[in-house]
C-alpha cells in the first residue's frame, strides 16, 4: 500500500478504519432480524415466556388500570402447546397485538419484525409471501390442519420468490445492500417454514401421518445446503458490487495564516450516503485492500454463515421438538 508502513502496520489501521465505519454507521446491515434469530434455536419457547414476561411487566408499569382488562385478553393463552419455532413467533405476535392496542409496541418488538427488514421497500414479493404466511398462521393458530396446508401452499411460492431474487442479484445487476438483507431473512424464514411444515407432518396433522424421520430431515437439510451455497455465491457477488460504491476522501494537509490542518482520510460508502469522521493520516490507495479485510473481519457475514450452519446441525431436534406455553409461568 506504500506510505512507508509495514504489513502489521496497515493490518492495525486498517482495523481501526473498519472499527470507525462500524461505529458511525458506515456499514451496511444484511443480518437476520433479530426476531427471526431468536425463534429459530431449540430454545424458542423459553423466548416466549421472557418476551412475554418483559411484555407484561412493561405494560404493568405504564398503564396497571388495565390489567384486569388484558387478562381476559389473554387467557386463550392461558396453554399453548407446541409453542415452538414459527409458532413461537406468532404467539409473540399475537400477544404484542393485545398489548399494543393499549400501549405503542417497542421497536425490538418482533411485532415490527416486517418493517424492520424491509424498510420503505415498495415491491417485494418475498415480503409479500411472508407476510401473508404470518397473516395465515395467526389466523390459523389453532387449527394445525389447516397450518399445515397453508404451510405447503406458501413455502412453494415463497421459494420461487426466493429464486427470482436471487437471479435478479446474480445475474441481472439488482445487487444492493438490502437485497441481500431481504434474501437473507427470506431464506431463515422460508427454511423455518419448511421445519414448521415436517414438524406438523411427524405430529400427524397431514392426510397422511409421515412416520420417517429420517426423510422428513434430509429433505429440509437439502433446502438448508442448498441456502448455504447460494449465500456463499451472493456474498462474492456482493464483494463485488460494494467495489462499485465504496471510497476514501483523502485531504492534504492544508495551511493558512491561523495554522495548518493535517491529512486526513475518511471511508465513504456511497450507497449509505455516509463517510467516517476519521482524521487518519493513514489511506489505502484503493478500496481493494479495506474491503477485503471488511469481509474478512465482518461480524455480520460470520453470522449469516452460523445461522444455517446451525440450522443444519439441529434439523433433527428442531422437527421433534415439543414445549408448551402457559401465561401462567409469565
Known amino acids: 500500500m506504500g506510505y512507508g508502513y509495514s504489513k502489521e502496520e496497515e493490518e492495525i489501521m486498517m482495523s481501526d478504519m473498519f472499527y470507525k465505519a462500524e461505529t458511525h454507521g458506515v456499514i451496511p446491515d444484511i443480518t437476520i432480524d433479530s426476531s427471526l434469530l431468536m425463534y429459530s434455536g431449540l430454545d424458542s419457547t423459553a423466548v416466549l415466556e421472557q418476551h412475554s414476561s418483559q411484555m407484561v411487566s412493561d405494560l404493568v408499569s ?35 397485538l393485545i398489548v399494543s392496542s393499549l400501549v405503542t409496541a417497542p421497536e425490538y418488538s418482533p411485532l415490527n419484525m416486517m418493517r424492520r427488514v424491509f424498510a420503505e421497500e415498495k415491491a417485494s414479493e418475498v415480503r409479500d409471501s411472508m407476510d401473508e404466511y404470518l397473516k395465515r398462521l395467526q389466523k390459523y393458530v389453532w387449527e394445525p390442519e389447516q397450518v399445515l396446508e397453508e404451510t405447503k401452499c406458501l413455502e412453494k411460492q415463497l421459494s420461487r420468490h426466493l429464486t427470482c431474487l436471487r437471479n435478479s442479484m446474480q445475474k441481472d445487476g439488482q445487487m444492493s445492500s438490502r437485497a441481500m438483507k431481504i434474501w437473507a431473512n427470506g431464506a431463515a424464514f422460508h427454511a423455518q417454514m419448511l421445519i414448521h411444515e415436517a414438524w406438523l407432518m411427524m405430529a400427524g396433522y397431514g392426510t397422511k401421518k409421515e412416520k420417517n424421520l429420517d426423510v422428513r430431515v434430509a429433505s429440509v437439510r437439502n433446502m438448508v445446503d442448498h441456502y448455504r451455497k447460494h449465500l456463499e455465491d451472493l456474498l462474492d457477488k456482493y464483494k463485488s458490487y460494494k467495489h ?21 482520510c475518511s471511508v465513504y460508502d456511497e450507497e449509505l450516503g455516509k463517510s467516517t469522521p476519521s482524521k487518519d493520516e493513514f489511506c489505502p490507495e484503493s478500496s481493494d485492500a479495506y474491503i477485503n479485510y471488511m469481509f474478512s473481519n465482518w461480524g455480520q457475514i460470520e453470522k449469516l454463515n452460523e445461522y444455517f450452519t446451525d440450522l443444519k446441525t439441529n434439523i433433527r431436534e ?3 421438538q415439543n414445549r408448551n406455553f402457559t401465561m401462567e409461568n409469565v
Open 318 to 320: 428442531l422437527i421433534t
Open 244 to 264: 462499485t460504491n465504496l471510497y476514501f476522501i483523502k485531504s492534504q494537509r492544508i495551511c493558512a495564516a491561523f495554522g495548518c490542518s493535517d491529512p486526513h
Open 62 to 96: 405504564k398503564v396497571p388500570d388495565y390489567m384486569t382488562d388484558l387478562g381476559s385478553s389473554l387467557s386463550a393463552f392461558k396453554h399453548v402447546p407446541n409453542a415452538v419455532g414459527l409458532r413461537a413467533l406468532v404467539i409473540s405476535f399475537l400477544l404484542d
